[in-house]
């Protein structure tokens, strides 16, 4: 009788084991990965709703960055080039920003940070497991970072491309060698709001655009970048650059087109961001088609070296 018990104890549990090892959701075993920390680098982050800056250790704010910025669910492959930009986004960083109280935010105006409590929040069951991914690819991709010209990289990035980035000096207006336009195919078939609508009232058109009312609604489109995003535009006959439209409208691309329907304005977008450095939903595609991190840094900052920090 104990010997049927013990067998059918260990039939029943077989399916839990097989799909403990075998679903992709359990990848990373719920014990934690150590980081690596090569480095006694200190982040001086501003928590900006939590009205305080924390001292982070490099490698744990590279962590923090990565869950920020990048779905957890992306292709390893492109969590690491995402850990490697935001790695020598921060470095870039406190280099500029040594004579300051601080330097980064926790905002998109830096770029987002999440700590260990913000992410047990967000992640709930799924803390560890999620986790130990991120910190697979920070470790990874230890202390790396790229430089040109021995300089640090700014390494600018953005959610989904129209097809191409954009050239630097077209909406930053200043020209940086490695932030040069190149094709980025893939976003559209990994992201499922590549193209987006929103409807806004003529009158709130307008009013954003600081024009005067008027119920016809005239588009001329003057000019459009390489990247076939829009440079500048004139409505009811006063110039825009796209970039104009893009801040004061609050739309998701400045590869756009603006339709009158009745009482509202339609606005179709492709992509999202403002299309300079590295398309995060490309990463993602450039992953799935089999590219390291590698690969994938060298499509989309062109010129750039790894490096790594030196102990």
């Known amino acids: ?18 799909v403990f090892f075998y679903d992709d959701n359990n990848v990373y075993k719920e014990e934690l990965i150590n980081l690596k920390y090569v480095s006694s680098i200190i982040v001086r982050v501003k928590r900006v709703n ?26 390893i492959e492109a969590l690491k080039a995402q850990a490697v930009v935001s790695r020598s986004y921060v ?5 500029d920003n040594k004579d300051g109280s601080y330097d980064v935010v926790d905002t998109t105006s830096n770029q987002v940070y999440l700590d260990l409590d913000d992410l047990k929040d967000s992640w709930g069951n799924n803390f560890v497991n999620y986790l ?3 910190r697979d690819a920070v470790n990874s991709t230890s202390m790396e970072y790229l430089e040109y010209n021995g300089d640090i990289a700014n390494t600018m990035f953005f959610s989904t491309s129209n097809g191409y980035t954009e050239d630097c000096s077209v909406f930053f207006s200043s020209d940086v ?27 709130d058109f307008y009013n954003n655009l600081g024009l005067d009312y008027n119920s016809k609604l005239n ?4 000019e459009r970048s390489s990247s076939k995003r829009i440079t500048n535009i004139k409505i009811n006959g006063v110039k825009f650059s796209g970039k104009d439209i893009y801040n004061k409208l609050g739309i998701r691309s400045t590869d756009f087109s603006i339709i009158q329907d009745g009482d509202d304005v339609i606005i179709n977008t492709k992509g999202y961001g403002h299309g300079v450095g590295m398309s995060q939903y490309g990463a993602y595609g450039m992953a799935k088609d089999g590219y390291n991190y ?13 490096k790594k920090i030196k102990n």
């Open 177 to 203: 060698p490695y932030l040069r336009s190149v094709p980025s195919s893939w976003d559209s078939s990994v992201n499922s709001n590549f193209n987006y609508s929103k409807k806004i009232s003529l009158r």
């Open 132 to 134: 130990n991914k991120i």
């Open 50 to 75: 939590k009205d305080r800056i924390d001292n982070v250790m490099l490698e744990d704010y590279v962590v923090g960055a990565v869950a920020g910025e990048m779905p957890v669910s992306f292709e």
């Open 219 to 222: 588009i001329e489109i003057l």
């Open 1 to 18: 009788m104990k010997k049927i018990i013990i067998s059918t104890i260990v039939l029943i549990s077989i399916p839990f084991f097989v």
């Open 294 to 306: 590698k690969e994938i840094l060298n499509h989309y900052y062109k010129g750039t070296n790894l």
């Open 91 to 95: 470095l870039r960083k406190i280099n």
